[in-house]
């Protein structure tokens, strides 16, 4: 889901410029429209676009991707009337776990938005930073150009099913607090065809997109998420927030089946317990990368692809976390493919 809390909680050095900024704010009630709200709002801090893939190559061999640009609205140069003025910061990562490989292998950049060279526009997903693009057309096919130091994606990805509103109508709360939410909406089951390093890839792939303007709660250490599209062509999406005090501090989990019901699950209804973990031989953090999920009745038990799929992004937004290709079960039959990802593992998120 790339939680509104990652970057808000990881771009905190801007808060201290633009602390007289007042953001808009995330209500209950409000109702997305789209095509509209496929696009950019800028006048919110933080925003993101966020693809997570899995997919086989022609001889059947897994792999897992991730591209996700992000925008933030840095509120300490909204009055400079310079063309070179950073008001729009834009950042990207971009993810490849390869059993073969052993390991994830990521790049990331950054910029402020201007001059046609890096954006994100309003009114429809049409994202760019240098030459790394992501575009969404009228017929709902999404196109990612990525061009990376040791990563090169082309992929087409196209939409199977109308959008998955989170939370309330799109209203995703992340905390006790009601004003700690993002409006959020997903789209599952999109179809894959495309390049991965030059080999040709198909599968499907799991589409996020978030904007808010506040922070995680202060007593959260960091988050578990899933995302997964299932053999069924239903949807589930799971997280919850970590306590620093340990335990549970907020979870929801969505279910929508493949004639499109949609079962929402509750705090009390969610829960992550771990299986078996892995520990990080650079950082030294320890993840939970099988883990059993409870949403209500069901149980789902989720394996990585790999489990050495830590992604490092100290050179953009600082943030050390682990985002990785899962398989997942259900009453102990395989029941579809996701993304899983934990942060506040190498150390709580701090504001």
């Known amino acids: 889901m790339r939680l509104f809390l990652l970057v808000l909680a990881l771009l905190v ?26 696009g950019a709002h800028p006048d919110f801090k933080t925003e993101w676009w966020y693809v997570t893939g899995f997919v086989e190559r022609a001889d059947g061999r897994p792999l897992g991707f991730q591209v996700t640009f992000f925008r933030s609205r840095t509120g300490a140069a909204d009055k400079n009337p310079s063309a070179f003025a950073a008001r729009q910061l834009i950042v990207a990562h971009v993810a490849v776990s390869d059993p073969a490989v052993g390991h994830l292998v990521h790049d990331e950049k950054s910029g402020r938005a201007g001059f046609d060279l890096n954006y994100a526009k309003s009114g429809i997903t049409d994202l760019k930073l240098d030459n790394w693009t992501m575009r969404r057309d009228a017929d709902g096919v999404y ?5 990376g130091k040791a990563l090169a994606l082309d992929l087409r ?38 390049a991965i390093n030059g080999g040709a890839v198909s599968g499907t792939a799991w589409f996020d997109h978030e904007w808010s303007s506040e922070a995680l709660d202060p007593g959260a250490a960091g988050w578990d998420w899933v995302g997964a599209n299932l053999a069924d062509g239903s949807a589930l999406m799971a997280f919850q927030i970590r306590a620093r005090t340990g335990g549970k501090l907020w979870a929801h989990a969505v279910l929508r089946d493949g004639a499109g019901k949609v079962t929402q699950f509750g705090p009390g209804q969610v829960s992550f317990s771990p299986r078996s973990t892995w520990k990080s031989g650079i950082t030294g953090a320890v ?17 990585p692809l790999q489990n050495d799929q830590e992604l490092d992004s100290r050179r953009s937004t600082g943030a050390v976390y682990w985002e990785g290709a899962v398989s997942i079960d259900r009453d102990g039959r395989p029941a579809g493919r996701g993304y899983l990802e934990m942060t506040g593992y190498d150390r709580p998120m701090t504001l």
């Open 13 to 38: 050095g801007q808060a201290a410029a633009a602390a007289d900024v007042v953001y808009p704010a995330v209500v209950p009630g409000h109702s997305l429209q789209f095509p509209r709200d496929f």
């Open 143 to 147: 196109r990612i150009a990525i061009a």
């Open 157 to 194: 990805l196209t939409s199977t099913t109308p959008p998955l509103l989170q939370g309330e109508n799109g209203y995703s709360q992340k905390g006790p607090q009601a004003n700690n939410a993002s409006y959020y909406y997903s789209e599952p089951q999109l179809k894959v065809a495309g």
């Open 287 to 303: 993840y939970p990368v099988a883990t059993s999920i409870r949403t209500g009745a069901f149980e789902w038990v989720l394996r």
